[in-house]
């Protein structure tokens, strides 16, 4: 938390400098109807020190959960303590937009080596680092699509995609008339592939799915890829969970045209959502349609390497309203810190992460389906979420698992799926957590039955 006092010189000397005598001077444009007339419910101005003691007081009234198996899009995952060490190295202190290589060198680099990362996780050939989120980042994968497959002004997306991340979609294809967003029925947990085949047609340009899905399952991705390309559709794999990289098939090793999606499990926390970091990486013959920045490498005239901006006709700052996009940022903290917590893990490290993450899954739902009120709608391949179906009382089962300090999974019943539990392990629960889950849960059972 930053502390950044004032005095009253100062502030007299600010707006001298804007050339009004008070704030409220600044507010004209704001109708006087809209206006509080009061003053803000705040304490009186303190110290440095008794403000940290008043937000330690505010601290206390948060739920403190001491172990959590949430996922759906927000994952905790285990942060080096190195990585908030190396942020502060002053290289990264260039200009936020590195438009002048001549003095943004730290920050194109690092970038350089975050689009590489992505690219052998994915599997593909370019990448960028301008997307704020897994649902903008569909948005842009298909709309590139878009205007990649010419005369092509269908979307396909499966029913298993993020249901954040569909509406993302449906509000930017809202301004595009001619473009139509279809949806595809998922059964048992996966895209119904006869419902694909009976949706696909000459006008389709992609199809989007989930790698693995809003359900934790993993779909197959060639058999679906194979599907989209005879009727010369392209695929666009969407991976919500970065981590399951290191467990599953980079997609563009088995059909995906491009690959998009979430990534800030890569050294960055939850923080109570976001900032997240989403990613697009595409293959090489799509390059000139990708929106936001991609950084090159090169030399200088003397030979020494240096790194620039590269394909830049696609932004705003020189296309203009005929640019590609309108992103007008590149998540560069949030990508320096995946990028640093790539290279402290290296290849080795993140499938070991990973390993971890399947197998304490793996061992959850084993435990959760040894309890007499819990069972499977379907069984799919899945990475660190799966569902159950609950056959009790959600709302007693949930009381007595936030009493215990323990958060549980994402009830599915506002999103078409009643009474099941959509649950998430990642290395950071341990064995005797998961047994104190079980414990409670086989506890909540014994009473209610």
């Given at each position: ?5 004032t ?6 000397a ?6 009004v005598?008070?704030a409220?001077?600044?507010?004209t444009?704001v109708?006087?109807?809209?206006k509080?007339h009061r003053?803000?419910?705040?304490p009186p ?12 007081i ?9 172990t ?10 285990f ?6 060490q ?5 290289e990264?202190?260039t ?5 002048q290589?001549?003095i ?5 680099q690092h ?8 690219c052998?996780?994915?599997g593909l ?11 903008t980042s ?8 878009v205007r990649?497959q010419?005369k092509?002004?269908?979307v396909?997306?499966?029913a298993?995609?993020h ?6 979609m449906r509000t930017?294809?809202e301004?595009h ?7 595809v029925?998922?059964v048992?947990?996966?895209?119904d ?9 000459e ?6 799915v989930g790698y ?7 779909e ?7 599907l989209?390309h005879s ?10 969970e ?17 690959a998009?999606?979430e ?20 293959k090489d013959a799509?390059?000139?349609?990708i ?10 005239l ?5 790194y620039v901006?590269t394909?830049t ?5 020189i296309r ?7 992103i007008?940022?590149n998540?560069g903290?949030?990508a320096?810190?995946a990028?640093?917590?790539l290279?402290?893990a ?14 304490k899954?793996?061992?959850l739902r084993?435990?959760?389906l ?7 709608p379907?069984?799919?391949p899945?990475?660190?979420e799966f569902?159950l179906?609950h056959t009790?009382?959600l709302?007693?089962?949930n009381e007595?698992l936030i ?16 009474n099941?539990?959509?649950w998430c392990?990642?290395e ?8 104190h889950?079980?414990?409670?849960l086989?506890r ?6």
């Open positions: 938390m930053r502390y950044l006092p005095a009253s010189a100062e502030d007299r600010l707006l001298g400098a804007i050339g005598t008070r409220e001077d600044l507010l444009g109708p006087e109807h809209l509080l003053p803000l419910e705040l101005t303190s110290s440095e020190l008794e403000v940290l003691r008043e937000m330690e505010l601290a206390k009234l948060n739920t403190r959960f001491t959590g198996f949430l996922g759906a899009g927000a994952y905790a995952h942060i080096p303590s190195a990585i908030d190396q942020i502060l190295r002053q990264w202190f200009a936020y937009t590195p438009y290589p001549e943004s060198q730290g920050t194109l970038i350089f080596e975050y689009q590489t990362l992505i052998d996780l994915t050939d370019v990448t960028n680092a301008s997307l704020y989120d897994g649902g569909c948005l842009e994968a298909a709309l590139m699509a990649v010419k092509r002004d269908k396909l997306v499966s298993g995609l249901p954040h991340y569909l509406a993302v930017g294809f301004a008339e001619s473009l139509e967003l279809v949806e029925a998922a048992d947990g996966v895209t592939l006869m419902d694909l085949a009976a949706k696909l047609d006008t389709v340009a992609a199809v989007l693995p899905n809003f359900l934790g399952a993993v197959d991705l060639k058999a679906l890829s194979d989209a009727k010369g559709a392209l695929l666009i794999s969407v991976t919500q970065a981590m399951a990289f290191g467990w599953l098939q980079a997609p563009g090793k088995v059909g995906a045209d491009m998009c999606g990534a800030m499990s890569f050294g960055n926390s939850p923080n109570f959502g976001g900032p997240y970091l989403g990613f697009l990486a595409v799509f390059k000139r349609e929106p936001g920045r991609v950084v090159g490498q090169t030399q200088d003397d030979g020494r390497t240096g901006l394909l006709a696609r932004e705003q700052h203009r309203d005929k640019a590609t996009s309108n007008c940022s998540q903290l949030v320096l810190r990028n640093i917590f290279q402290l290296g290849p080795e490290g993140i499938k070991g992460l990973a390993e971890q993450n399947a197998a899954a793996q061992y084993e435990r959760l040894e309890l007499p009120d819990w069972d499977a379907f069984d799919v899945f990475f660190n569902v179906h009790g009382d709302k007693t089962m007595a009493a215990e300090g323990i958060l549980p999974g994402l009830d599915l019943t506002p999103y078409g799926h009643k099941c539990i959509l392990a990642t950071l629960n341990t064995r005797t957590q998961i047994e889950l079980i414990e409670v086989a909540v059972a014994s009473v209610v039955g």
